[in-house]
């Protein structure tokens, strides 16, 4: 344990340092990246500056990097963030960021954290989003896909060789559940258990519009990540071109 207090309803075994989430940060620091660099980088223009919300130890951080974004990683875990290489590192709770005037081509919520249990910290991080990101920007959003709390328990391998088991998600109440995870590595394993809150898709798109964001466009099949747009800019669509480095806009009402 890393001798900070884990949250209520939060907790996390293994070797090493636990966070206040229940995360293991060995654990993150092993795990392999998954498909989320190429969704990104599709998504936004090459080389624009992103803020990265909850990087953890870095998994999807570096190859971004390696593609030439401009990272701002940020993270409530001074131990995770010291794995962090290649970027500018921010330690804050993303519900309570604040970079003054400082603005980003992107920012990025990604890892299910739209789905925290507590109303009052989810509003803080997309109201983190909105007031993070340039005019002309896109947040990046990874959400839960449909069957995320059905079917358990259930596992998957990931690329370096981690078995990830959901084993259950119980309600609690109030449309929480707890999760609990198991990670399970050769000559290693980790456990966590976490608050989460189931969101339907109209329920999420009226979370970001409250917080000044409304939905552009579902980027993958399942619906998992998210590209939403400021809201002023419901006038306008952001476009960007094979091979454009910048963002175009077109007025949404000339289009039929």
Request: aromatic letters at 6%; hydrophobic letters at 35%.
């Amino acid at each position: 344990m890393s001798g900070r207090l884990v949250r209520e309803g939060y907790s996390g075994t293994g070797p090493g340092a636990i966070t206040p989430d229940g995360c293991a940060v060995e654990l993150y620091r092993r795990l392999s990246v998954g498909d989320e660099p190429e969704v990104i980088a599709a998504a936004v223009p090459a080389g624009a500056s992103i803020l990265e919300l909850g990087c953890g130890a870095g998994r999807v951080t570096h190859p971004l990097i390696e593609r030439g974004f401009d990272v701002t990683a940020v993270d409530e875990s001074a131990q995770m963030l010291e794995h962090i290489r290649g970027a500018r590192t921010v330690r804050s709770p993303i519900e309570s960021l604040d970079l003054g005037d400082e603005t980003f081509d992107v920012v990025m919520l990604a890892s299910f954290l739209v789905h925290t249990s507590e109303h009052r910290v989810r509003d803080g991080m997309l109201r983190a989003c909105r007031s993070h990101v340039k005019d002309g920007g896109v947040v990046l959003i990874q959400r839960e896909g449909a069957d995320y709390r059905t079917g358990l328990p259930r596992e998957r391998v990931d690329p370096g060789g981690c078995t990830v088991r959901i084993v259950s998600a119980e309600p609690v109440g109030d449309g929480v559940d707890s999760v609990h995870a198991e990670y399970l590595f050769d000559d290693a394993r980790w456990t966590q258990t976490f608050l989460s809150r189931e969101l339907s898709k109209e329920q999420f798109e009226g979370y970001l519009e409250a917080a000044g964001l409304t939905v552009d466009r579902y980027l993958t099949d399942d619906g998992i990540w998210v590209r939403a747009l400021p809201k002023q800019l419901l006038g306008a669509k952001e476009i960007r071109g094979p091979g454009s480095d910048e963002f175009r806009t077109t007025d949404r009402s000339t289009s039929s």
